[in-house]
T-cell receptor, first 115, second 108 residues
Framework: DTGVSQDPRHKITKRGQNVTFRCDPISEHNRLYWYRQTLGQGPEFLTYFQNEAQLEKSRLLSDRFSAERPKGSFSTLEIQRTEQGDSAMYLC?????????????FGPGTRLTVL | DAKTTQPPSMDCAEGRAANLPCNHSTISGNEYVYWYRQIHSQGPQYIIH???NNETNEMASLIITEDRKSSTLILPHATLRDTAVYYCIARGTPDMRFGAGTRLTVKP
């Protein structure tokens, strides 16, 4: 069990560019979550998947954001036409629906800076 | 998920117990209390959770009042590495709703 991994750890981009982040959950975890965290705030929920199905999306997830989990394993989060307000830490977490009470385990995050 | 209220900051002396309070007066019967912490620039780390009974693991103890309207996370012997932001979450849905948390500073 190597934990949740995220790639890249840091991303600097220019306003208007598209970016894509990847998350690899703990193996056999069937739930995967995306959060966003800005400086000085707690993480904010964006969306979650159960297997390959996207079950919930926050109103924070604008049309420029899209997340996929095509085979129920890794997930990608894409931001199109980035804006300076998208600068944040993007966190991924995973859990197993049927074990415990679904404790979530977080990855190290991807820090996005939009210039 | 019920709203939680935590003090914004606390200090604790190294080696002493750190007691972090959380108020969740509107918690419903099926909502668990979760605690996470986040050390600077890292992802949140799961600590402990409970429903009604007090819980203990290798990291901490969780004391939940009988009416479940508040809880206390106890780090029995705080070390400098326990300096972090601690989040209390009352959760009934799959996702976690984090507040601003308590910034705990352990001082030598």
């Amino acid at each position: 069990d190597t934990g949740v991994s995220q790639d890249p750890r840091h991303k600097i981009t220019k306003r208007g560019q598209n970016v894509t982040f990847r998350c690899d959950p703990i193996s056999e975890h069937n739930r995967l979550y995306w959060y966003r965290q800005t400086l000085g705030q707690g993480p904010e929920f964006l969306t979650y998947f159960q297997n390959e199905a996207q079950l919930e999306k926050s109103r924070l997830l604008s049309d420029r954001f899209s997340a996929e989990r095509p085979k129920g394993s890794f997930s990608t989060l894409e931001i199109q036409r980035t804006e300076q307000g998208d600068s944040a830490m993007y966190l991924c977490a995973s859990s197993h629906r049927d074990r415990g009470q679904g404790e979530q385990f977080f990855g190290p995050g991807t820090r996005l800076t939009v210039l | 998920d019920a709203k939680t209220t935590q003090p914004p900051s606390m200090d604790c002396a190294e080696g002493r117990a750190a007691n972090l309070p959380c108020n969740h007066s509107t918690i419903s019967g099926n909502e668990y209390v979760y605690w996470y912490r986040q050390i600077h620039s890292q992802g949140p780390q799961y600590i402990i959770h409970g429903l009604k009974n007090n819980e203990t693991n290798e990291m901490a103890s969780l004391i939940i009042t009988e009416d479940r309207k508040s809880s206390t996370l106890i780090l029995p012997h705080a070390t400098l590495r326990d300096t972090a932001v601690y989040y209390c979450i009352a959760r009934g849905t799959p996702d976690m709703r984090f507040g601003a948390g308590t910034r705990l500073t352990v001082k030598p």
